[in-house]
């Protein structure tokens, strides 16, 4: 699996995705970095990355579009299914990959908490700094599972990235549709990481998430695999 990674990791950032993904989440923050700090005067870092954090939704498509798709478009798809690696390892390792360039973005995005601190005088807001920067990787978690399972169904990489995003934005008015549909929006799930606690239901809510795409994931692989 090591290998996988390895191999994503640099094809992440052997080609302009992996920077594009990092610079355009960065130019957002840091448009809300200044609105926030500067116009409105807050001092909130949490706050700040629960806004920054709702980007995933729009470039979460970016690194998973061509998870799987690409393989097809780039004609590596028999090589995938042939390989002696499990279709398991191939979809887990995947996964850690993009979710490795989120962690990259996510420390780079420290330096705003740094700015903080340092008008702050000190620390400040410690536990919510580190509620919300762990909620953000869960949700991050959950968005390239589900990016990386849409991928799977289609050979095309564009369409991949539209209904990802499309798909996502609709999770967010699921609970006004009905409480019931909370635990299907991610980004709700990720709301209360901001307070400064680490909510134990929205944390399996989103780890739930993952697991399921991942595992829908691997068993649409599987069948194809299985029909070649």
Request: with cysteine.
């Amino acid at each position: 699996m090591w290998a996988i990674i390895k191999k994503e990791v640099k094809t992440y950032f052997l080609s302009p995705l992996g920077y594009v993904f990092i610079g355009a989440f960065l130019f957002v923050s840091s448009i809300f970095f200044y609105l926030f700090s500067h116009s409105i005067g807050s001092v909130e870092f949490a706050n700040l990355f629960f806004y920054t954090a709702e980007l995933l939704t729009f470039t979460i498509a970016l690194l998973t579009m061509g998870m799987f798709a690409g393989e097809r478009k780039n004609g590596t798809e028999v090589l995938l299914f042939t390989s002696s690696r499990s279709i398991t390892s191939i979809v887990i390792g995947k996964f850690i990959a993009a979710l490795v360039v989120i962690a990259i973005t996510e420390i780079i995005s420290l330096i705003y908490y740094v700015i903080i601190c340092c008008f702050a005088g000190g620390l400040t807001n410690v536990p919510e700094t580190i509620a919300v920067l762990i909620g953000t990787i869960l949700l991050a978690m959950s968005y390239i599972s589900f990016g990386g399972f849409i991928s799977s169904l289609t050979d095309n990489q564009i369409i991949a990235g539209i209904l990802t995003i499309i798909l996502l934005l609709a999770t967010w008015f699921l609970p006004n549709i009905s409480p019931v549909f909370m635990m299907l929006a991610p980004t709700t799930l990720f709301e209360r990481f901001t307070t400064g606690v680490i909510p134990v239901a929205d944390t399996i809510g989103l780890l739930s998430q993952t697991l399921l795409f991942t595992l829908l994931t691997i068993t649409v692989l599987q069948r194809k695999k299985n029909l070649k």
